[in-house]
């Protein structure tokens, strides 16, 4: 069964995600990422974003996924609540939705700088369920 979660790490937050793919486990921690912002039922889906990213390992394109996600925040002042990923080999492909900010709505409450590699981990677990976690600057 696909989740997040946030966990505990000092002055910034922790994000995991788990799915029975490792597409499913990132779309879950994308989903861990906006909910550290504000509260997902606010966020429309009102506007799509292509994604791409390229890396050597699983947990190094998780790193990269994130921190493209925070990217297309920031730049685009949006959020996003839904998210379609497609990983093969080394490259992740990925259609996001969301909308633009609007502070008086969405009453965003950190804002996330970059996912780092403290505590990554993307693993498969005994039972068959994808990982994906990591500690994000906010």
């Given at each position: 069964?696909?989740?997040?979660?946030?966990f505990s790490h000092e002055a910034d937050i922790g994000v995991r995600g788990r799915g029975e793919s490792p597409?499913?486990?990132?779309?879950?921690?994308?989903?861990?990422?906006?909910?550290?912002?504000?509260?997902?039922?606010?966020?429309?889906?009102?506007?799509?974003?292509?994604?791409?990213?390229?890396?050597?390992?699983?947990?190094?394109?998780?790193?990269?996924?994130?921190?493209?996600?925070?990217?297309?925040?920031?730049?685009?002042?949006?959020?996003?609540?839904?998210?379609?990923?497609?990983?093969?080999?080394?490259?992740?492909?990925?259609?996001?939705?969301?909308?633009?900010?609007?502070?008086?709505?969405?009453?965003?409450?950190?804002?996330?700088?970059?996912?780092?590699?403290?505590?990554?981990l993307v693993t498969q677990e005994d039972d068959g369920q994808?990982?994906?976690?990591?500690?994000?600057?906010?």
């Amino acid at each position: 069964m696909a989740s997040w979660e946030h966990f505990s790490h000092e002055a910034d937050i922790g994000v995991r995600g788990r799915g029975e793919s490792p597409d499913a486990a990132f779309e879950q921690a994308a989903l861990a990422l906006t909910a550290a912002i504000t509260d997902l039922a606010l966020v429309q889906r009102d506007a799509q974003v292509d994604i791409r990213c390229h890396a050597p390992r699983l947990d190094i394109l998780f790193v990269d996924w994130l921190n493209a996600i925070i990217y297309e925040m920031t730049t685009r002042s949006m959020l996003f609540r839904e998210f379609e990923v497609r990983i093969e080999g080394q490259e992740l492909r990925a259609q996001v939705r969301g909308e633009s900010v609007d502070r008086k709505r969405h009453q965003p409450v950190v804002e996330p700088k970059g996912a780092t590699f403290t505590e990554l981990l993307v693993t498969q677990e005994d039972d068959g369920q994808w990982v994906a976690q990591c500690i994000v600057d906010v």
